[in-house]
């Protein structure tokens, strides 16, 4: 089957050009100046952009957390990506306490399968601190896995220790594999939440005490000393605030191997969020925590000038008033302490939309870094470029076609996540998806589902590279 994606603005990370795309079976075959459309279907883009598929580098979904699980699946969480713009994913894996990180991620294959409905990839997590797992670390090339995820936080559950990261960097090191890492000393927040909760200081707002930015950036630093002491590549996820992203930027002037991500909410969610009264906070509990207005512009700044090379979402959802109607158990867990509050916000279908319209539009950023941060930075730093990523001849034809002048107004009553609340509530945004394409096919169309259960498919990724 033929598409020309005819009359439309082609953008990509480095380019802005009046195109025609054509597409042959999964591929994009051609890109050019007024394309015969003879035998194929014709998309006309006209006053429209034609951009990459969203890529998210973050996600969990079907993710077990304190007796629960994540509100959305590889079906309810894909769906509402590709209503966003998303195509592609990497969702991370955990090795099982007592199993193999071989075992962690077919086990996570098999959650995804019969249920995706776009691409995804995982990330492995490191979560048994001995020389078995270690040495385990070059077969994750044989499960289609580049990158290694180690904790520095949640002690007693995921947290590894300096040793076990010094020796999972070196092995990652010697066989390619990328190194992720959650940045946040677990000592720290271990001690101060069980402070806190001895205190009787219990509600959602005194989980920022346990977080605070100065264990962020020690965490990070440290990290990017053993980077650089065993020659690993590094990507820092999720970092929130100005203190742990400058040791993002002294580390990479002074030629560190390290990269790092930021996620949509740390730009729209604040600590004055979390301290509302009543319980209403622990909707933004996550780690690390929701930060300050100042570190929102830091964060801008430090995309704009490729300190950090992408964003992500994290997206990690509970309901606020889970377990209703015999519903799975949500945010109200926390209602006996913080430290029990299901840690995560959603934003799977949001990030593109939200980073376009306060990014783009406001002046904050170009549309064509807009691209790079949304999808082709992560696919080169997460092995998936130039297969994705980008819009050039030969990649899987994972094609957003962009209305820059459509407006919406997200709610959660409209949303097609899983959850009962969005992190943007009410925000008014101009520019939005209206057809999204996965390998040639078009899955959604303004607002109409067109995707079959089970077409996702899981990506084999290659080696990553260091931005
Ligand atoms: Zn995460």
Redesign the pocket.
């Known amino acids: 089957m033929k598409t020309v994606i005819k009359n439309g603005t082609v953008i990509t990370a480095g380019d802005t050009i009046k195109a025609d795309v054509l597409i042959e079976g999964e591929k994009i075959t051609l890109i050019g100046k007024d394309l015969p459309t003879e035998g194929c279907e014709v998309i006309d883009a006209a006053g429209k952009y034609v951009i990459p598929g969203g890529i998210d580098a ?1 996600t ?1 979904l079907d993710m077990p957390f304190g007796g629960t699980t994540t509100a959305d699946d590889f079906f309810t969480g894909q769906r509402a990506a590709a209503f966003g713009g998303t195509t592609c994913h990497v969702d ?1 894996a955990l090795q099982q306490q007592g199993d193999t990180m071989v075992n962690g991620i077919k086990m996570w294959k098999a959650k995804a399968e019969g249920k995706a409905v776009i691409d995804y990839g995982f990330h492995v997590a490191i979560t048994v601190p001995t020389m078995e797992s270690v040495n385990e670390i070059p077969k994750l090339w044989d499960e289609g896995v580049s990158s290694l995820k180690v904790f520095q936080q949640y002690k007693g559950a995921f947290m590894v220790d300096d040793t076990t990261m010094y020796l999972a960097m070196q092995k990652a090191a010697e066989s390619g594999i990328l190194i992720m890492c ?1 940045c946040e000393n677990g000592d720290v927040t271990d001690i101060v939440t069980k402070q806190r909760i001895a205190e009787g200081k219990i509600e959602p707002k005194y989980h920022l005490d346990a977080h605070p930015a100065a264990i962020e950036a020690e965490a990070s630093a440290r990290a990017i000393a053993l980077a650089e002491v065993t020659g690993a590549n590094l990507y820092i ?2 970092m929130s605030c100005e203190e742990s992203v400058e040791q993002l930027r002294i580390g990479r002037k002074r030629g560190a191997p390290v990269m790092g991500e930021t996620c949509t909410q740390y730009m729209f969610k604040f600590e004055d969020d979390m301290r509302v009264p009543g319980y209403e906070g622990a909707k933004w509990a996550c780690g690390p925590p929701v930060r300050k207005p100042k570190d929102a512009a830091y964060l801008w700044e430090s995309l704009k000038d490729t300190t950090l090379l992408g964003v992500a979402t ?1 997206h ?1 959802s509970f309901n606020y008033e889970g377990g209703k109607d015999g519903g799975k158990p949500g945010k109200e867990l926390g209602k006996e302490g913080f430290h029990k509050i299901p840690n995560g916000i959603p934003g799977i279908e949001d990030r593109m939309y939200v980073m376009y319209h306060n990014g783009v539009n406001s002046g904050k950023i170009s549309v064509n870094r807009f691209v790079d941060i949304t999808s082709t930075g992560p696919a080169k730093a997460l092995g998936l470029y130039p297969k994705k990523g980008t819009i050039s001849v030969g990649s899987d034809a994972d094609i957003v076609i962009w209305d820059p002048e459509k407006e919406m107004t997200i709610s959660a009553k409209t949303h097609h996540m899983n959850v009962d609340y969005n992190a943007y509530e009410g925000m008014k945004v101009k520019g939005f998806p209206v057809r999204t394409i996965l390998r040639g096919k078009t899955i959604v169309e303004n607002g109409e589902w067109k995707q079959e259960k089970g077409a996702g498919q899981f990506v084999a990724r290659g080696k990553a590279q260091l931005l």
């Open positions: 973050h969990h991370f959650h996820v999720h994290d990690c």
